[in-house]
């Protein structure tokens, strides 16, 4: 199965920072990735899919890029809604699978 | 707007089923692709299968092929997901989603239900 590593597992910002997280897939695979918001005690919300296309909705701090195996989120200007866990996922195999997830937390 | 709302929490015995259901509104379940994930504790999601609207099946991931069965009653636009001889380690909370084929994303979470498997 394509396998989904991220790094890091978890990290400590400041509003108005900027972070990036990283995906890193365990063989090439094409744009089906897309990454993930996820609040306490609520269920993850699409933040942005085939890479780089932000779902509608979500803020312009949020941006992702990335090919072949190494793919990444940006934050930029950190906001304290931001803080939350972010999992990136495959859908390019037919064994669909996350990554780890990344927890930003505050600083 | 779709909206999903999944039946309450579970307890079940090692070795039994549970049948966890996803009410929706907003949209008909004909116009979905409904899928069902799971997140056992301190571990990442598990994506449990769905409908495939390319193929018009259910497709089901090696890992959970012959004891999961996701139905759909159309009628009352609520889908099932069924998981049979239950270990310990299926505890976890089951969500069910919303698949779309134009952007290969689930876009849409119900809020979840707790299983609890324990003797």
């Known amino acids: 199965d394509l396998q989904m590593t991220q790094s890091p597992s978890s990290l400590s910002a400041s509003v108005g920072d900027s972070v990036t997280i990283t995906c890193r897939a365990s063989q090439t695979m094409s744009r089906y990735l897309n990454w993930y918001q996820q609040k306490p005690g609520k269920a993850p919300e699409l933040l942005i899919y085939t890479v780089s296309t932000l779902q509608t909705g979500v803020s312009s701090r949020f941006s992702g890029s990335g090919s072949g195996t190494d793919f990444t989120l940006t934050i930029s200007s950190l906001q304290p809604e931001d803080f939350a866990t972010y999992y990136c996922?495959?859908?390019?195999?037919?064994?669909?699978?996350f990554g780890q997830g990344t927890k930003v937390e505050i600083k | 707007q779709v909206q999903l709302v999944q039946s309450g929490a579970e307890v079940k015995k090692p070795g039994a089923s549970v049948k966890v259901s996803c009410k929706v509104s907003?949209?008909?379940?004909?116009?979905?692709?409904m899928h069902w994930v799971r997140q056992a504790p301190g571990k990442r999601f598990e994506w449990m299968g769905g409908?495939?609207?390319?193929?018009?099946?259910?497709v089901y991931p090696r890992s959970f092929q012959g004891r999961v069965t996701m139905t759909e009653d159309t009628s009352t636009d609520t889908a099932y997901m069924e998981l049979s001889s239950l270990k310990s380690d299926d505890t976890a909370v089951y969500h069910c989603v919303t698949y779309r084929a134009s952007t290969w994303a689930f876009h849409s979470w119900g809020q979840g239900t707790l299983v609890t498997v324990s003797s």
């Open positions: 996922q495959q859908t390019y195999s037919t064994q669909w699978t």
């Open positions: 907003g949209y008909t379940l004909t116009e979905l692709s």
């Open positions: 409908f495939d609207p390319e193929d018009g099946e259910t």
